[in-house]
């Protein structure tokens, strides 16, 4: 039988977590407004943005399965998405953001900053949708690098998270190109549109962002694109080596 003495030295040894954080709190994510080479993200204005929207999500082919996957969508008018917006400059957590190009103005997209949590440092970018235009372009992911920057490195925060539904490939997809790490799959998680979604859960944490940071700069940077815009090095390359 155990003697009091060695009771306590295994209770000594009992793993209590890792380093102790001060509190601070973190900043929040209200009236964010960031610019890059390509891009810039904006708050909502739902009267400057609706015509804007509106062309950015029904432009082009195929446009409603943009929206398969979101818990928004397709839109049929620019009334209804007026009055979405109208709720989304509102919101508070999410944070909502519009996507503009530098060079034309013109609106590519929108999502948010969300699960927001300043008390420990944990937020998520999430509500992400570009238009056709945009898909599979150097803009799409500068608005990204911009948000995953904002929230690790100028606000410091502890942890970035991504979610998406479990069988939206592209999504998975994505999250690992721009750096983060699978966590898994919380499974019944939640119901969009009258339907049952498991979600993949992704992270990025501030102490991986340095690494992921780099490379995305040598992705975005101009000598990585030849004169018709195709990429030399892919970024799924450049994080792949990371994990």
């Known amino acids: ?86 709720e989304r400059q509102a919101s508070q957590d999410p944070v909502f953001v519009v996507y503009r190009d530098n060079d034309t103005g013109r609106l590519g997209g929108m999502g948010s900053f969300m699960e927001i949590r300043p008390a420990i440092g944990v937020a998520e970018i999430g509500h992400i949708w570009f238009g056709r235009d945009w898909q599979r372009n150097a803009r799409a992911t500068e608005v990204l690098t911009l948000k995953m920057r904002h929230a690790l490195e100028t606000l410091a925060y502890r942890r970035l998270e991504w979610k998406c539904d479990a069988i939206n490939s592209a999504s998975r997809s994505a999250a690992l190109r721009l750096g983060f790490r699978y966590e898994g799959i919380f499974l019944n998680h939640m119901i969009v549109k009258g339907r049952s979604r498991d979600t993949a859960w992704f992270s990025l944490t501030q102490e991986e962002w340095p690494a992921v940071a780099d490379a995305h700069a040598r992705w975005l940077a101009p000598d990585n694109f030849d004169a018709q815009g195709k990429q030399k090095c892919s970024l799924s390359d450049l994080t792949r080596a990371l994990w």
């Open 1 to 86: 039988m155990a003697t009091e003495q060695e009771l306590a030295s295994a209770a000594n040894r009992r793993p209590v977590g890792n380093a102790e954080v001060a509190p601070k709190p973190w900043e929040g994510f209200e009236g964010v407004a960031l610019a890059g080479p390509r891009t810039s993200l904006e708050p909502v204005d739902a009267d400057r943005d609706t015509a804007d929207i509106f062309r950015a999500a029904t432009e082009g082919e195929d446009t409603d399965r943009i929206f398969d996957y979101m818990n928004v969508g397709p839109f049929t008018d620019k009334e209804q998405v007026h009055a979405l917006l109208v």
